[in-house]
């Protein structure tokens, strides 16, 4: 695996949910090799009233903890908003899917998404979650989450955020090699000698 580092690997592994939408391989790397904005983002895609709604959804699926940050510290919303500019096939699916998710919270709480309690903004997500769970008239709000998580698991992992969340080691000096690890070694029921 000399031509394929492992970083290109977890940008493999990253791409696939877009990959497995029908994005251009053009289009997605395009997207990952994108820096993160400096300064004030301004959305080619998503409008004014979308933008928030989008921020914080993007950080109910991947928030900030102990060991990294948000999705949106990772620029992941700014990520979508680029993908979705340039590729027309993912439009609507988000669009609707965003439209959707409003009029179930002014359903259910008379707000909008960004407006209701966090333990509101939870329920109705827990209800879209799990495809194989879904009661039939949520359906579109499932297909529309689990598009949204993978926009945003793409966006993260390829970002500075994701990669240093993966913890990869790869691509630095290494003074020696002193081969792989007994313990892993052990696990994998392998050993040098006896070639």
């Not at 395009?30 to 895609?45: E, H, I, L, S, W």
């Not at 709604?53 to 993007?58: E, G, Q, S």
């Not at 052990?186 to 000698?193: C, D, I, M, Q, R």
Request: glycine share 10%; hydrophobic share 45%.
């Amino acid at each position: 695996m000399t031509d394929f580092s492992r970083r290109d690997f977890a940008r493999l592994l990253a791409a696939a949910p877009l990959m497995a939408l029908g994005v251009p391989p053009a289009t997605i790397e395009r997207a990952v090799d994108r820096a993160v904005t400096r300064g004030v983002y301004q959305p080619r895609f998503f409008t004014a009233d979308e933008w928030p709604t989008v921020r914080l959804l993007a950080d109910l699926v991947l928030p900030r903890d102990e060991r990294s940050g948000s999705a949106t510290d990772a620029g992941t919303h700014e990520f979508m908003d680029f993908v979705l500019d340039a590729e027309p096939s993912l439009r609507a699916p988000i669009r609707s899917g965003l439209a959707w998710l409003e009029a179930q919270a002014h359903g259910r709480y008379g707000a909008g998404f960004t407006g209701i309690a966090d333990s509101e903004r939870a329920a109705l997500l827990d209800d879209i979650a799990w495809p194989a769970r879904v009661r039939p008239e949520l359906g579109p709000g499932a297909t529309f989450f689990s598009a949204f998580r993978d926009l945003v698991a793409s966006g993260f992992w390829t970002s500075r955020v994701g990669v240093a969340d993966l913890q990869y080691l790869g691509n630095t000096g290494m003074p020696a090699w002193n081969g792989c690890p007994p313990a892993a070694l052990a696990k994998l029921g392998v050993s040098y000698e006896g070639d």
